[in-house]
T-cell receptor, first 113, second 117 residues
Framework: RKEVEQDPGPFNVPEGATVAFNCTYS??????FFWYRQDCRKEPKLLMS???SGNEDGRFTAQLNRASQYISLLIRDSKLSDSATYLC??????????????FGTGTRLAVRP | DADVTQTPRNRITKTGKRIMLECSQT?????MYWYRQDPGLGLQLIYY???????NKGEISDGYSVSRQAQAKFSLSLESAIPNQTALYFC????????????????FGPGTRLTVL
């Protein structure tokens, strides 16, 4: 079983749609969680961290369910510019040994006019 | 100017050649990382360094070596390149001072596309 699993997609949605991505992770001792965005042939960039209480940044909402080892990202009112691959990222590291991130393979989103 | 730079951006080489990929950062971060990305696979950690004197192997270090010449520079070498090392390579940095509680935001360079024939 992969340490971080995501549906690869692609998700093809019209502008204005709401779309949700899911991610599961295998290590229950995981420390912290993130969503990164990666445009085609570009470097990954942090989209948002994911907190236990859930958090929102504009049209983006991230949720964490530690009991189910599940992370989600909701995008409302999709824009053409949201088209990208979204990477679920988990920190399995401990402070004593340093922080190391494990990346999912990504979910591709294509927003059409 | 970009905070994390990588050179070269693209490289085509032949099997058996020695290749060095370079990474420089102006963010003042102490931690640096090398990843490779293959289609259909997540980013895989090759090596990481938490300061100039601290080098650690990642998940897939075989066939690679690194050098942390200064806080701002971290180089990745392929001693004898082979075709299955064809991939997109990313350097990343993070700052220990913002890593409290285990959180670790990493900032990536633009990547080096390496093809080994």
């Amino acid at each position: 079983r992969k340490e971080v699993e995501q549906d690869p997609g692609p998700f093809n949605v019209p502008e204005g749609a709401t779309v949700a991505f899911n991610c599961t992770y295998s290590n229950s001792a995981s420390q912290s969680f993130f969503w990164y965005r990666q445009d085609c042939r570009k470097e990954p960039k942090l989209l948002m961290s994911v907190y236990s209480s859930g958090n929102e940044d504009g049209r983006f909402t991230a949720q964490l369910n530690r009991a189910s080892q599940y992370i989600s990202l909701l995008i409302r009112d999709s824009k053409l510019s949201d088209s990208a691959t979204y990477l679920c990222v988990v920190n399995f590291g401990r402070k004593s040994s340093g922080d190391k991130l494990t990346f999912g393979t990504g979910t591709r989103l294509a927003v059409r006019p | 100017d970009a905070d994390v730079t990588q050179t070269p951006r693209n490289r085509i080489t032949k099997t058996g050649k020695r290749i060095m990929l370079e990474c420089s950062q102006t963010k003042g971060h102490d931690r640096m990382y090398w990843y490779r990305q293959d289609p259909g696979l997540g980013l895989q950690l090759i090596y990481y360094s938490f300061d100039v004197k601290d080098i650690n192997k990642g998940e897939i270090s075989d066939g690679y070596s690194v050098s942390r010449q200064a806080q701002a520079k971290f180089s990745l070498s392929l001693e004898s390149a082979i075709p299955n090392q064809t991939a997109l390579y990313f350097c990343a940095t993070s700052d220990r001072r913002t890593s409290g509680g285990g959180a670790d935001t990493q900032y990536f360079g633009p990547g080096t596309r390496l093809t080994v024939l």
